[in-house]
């Protein structure tokens, strides 16, 4: 069974997040910006990571993030991977700016590189995690062919997860009236739109780890579910970058 070490300081796992901030970032959700959405989940997701690697009045380094915007150029917000402690010690996460395009390729070839560095470290860690958030259709290079080789990197606990949170009214024919009650996207379930599958493609199956910590979180992800979110509610984007964290802990 893969996808079953903790997180704990000796073994911190690693999460790279992969923003999308093309111009389209500033339209409107439930009357907010989908960037401020965004911004307010990932730094919640933090949070809980802050809140999950604290021992009394410690906080120990039980994961590692690295932050990267993209547009049509990439944007490395953290200046490289750092510990959670780190960014706790920095305050409130960079701010996110709506740019003009979305070359996610760009992207997950800057993540590649993160991995391609820092997998040769990371033995008896968890499996890494890239999470990827958009709203749109890439404008560069395809990026799947590069996800697929990151797909195929890992560790002994498993291949590299990679998560998909897509902002779109039109990934499902039915909106989902009841987020915790939604078991989620299978690799059966029929997509309205040609974006959404080409991210199914590109989405690993939630681990069954991951799955459980969901659940004890009242989410009810059905096994084999994938980690693609619909993101047309601000409380599914967050559902998304809580996925992201479900890594267990020691």
């Known amino acids: 069974m893969k996808y079953i070490v903790q997180a704990s300081q000796r073994t911190p796992a690693l999460i790279i997040y992969l923003i999308d901030i093309s111009a389209s970032m500033n339209l409107l959700m439930e009357g907010r910006r989908r960037i401020d959405i965004v911004y307010e989940a990932l730094s919640l997701a933090v ?115 990679v998560e998909n949170i897509f902002i779109s009214d039109y990934v499902l024919d039915q909106p989902i009236s009841e987020p915790r009650r939604w078991k989620g996207i299978l690799p059966e379930t029929l997509l309205q739109e040609g974006s959404g599958s080409k991210l199914r493609k590109m989405s690993s199956e939630l681990p069954e780890s991951y799955r459980e910590m969901l659940a004890e979180a009242d989410y009810q992800f059905a096994p084999g579910a994938l980690m693609l979110l619909p993101g047309n509610c601000a409380e599914l984007v967050s559902i998304g970058f809580q996925m992201s964290a479900a890594t267990p802990v020691r």
């Not at 960079?94 to 740019?99: D, I, K, Q």
Request: charged letters at 25%; proline letters at 8%.
């Open 47 to 161: 949070r809980q990571m802050v809140f999950r690697s604290t021992k009394g009045n410690r906080l120990t380094p039980r994961y590692r993030l690295a932050l990267l915007a993209y547009s049509d150029e990439v944007y490395d917000l953290l200046g490289g991977v750092k510990s959670i402690d780190e960014i706790a010690a920095m305050g409130p996460l960079p701010e996110l700016t709506p740019r003009r395009f979305s070359d996610s390729a760009k992207a997950f070839l800057q993540a590649e590189q993160i991995l391609l560095e820092e997998l040769p470290y990371m033995e008896g860690c968890p499996a890494p995690l890239i999470c990827h958030m958009t709203d749109g259709v890439s404008t560069g290079a395809d990026p799947e062919p590069i996800v697929r080789r990151i797909m195929n990197m890992g560790v002994a606990d498993g291949q590299v997860l």
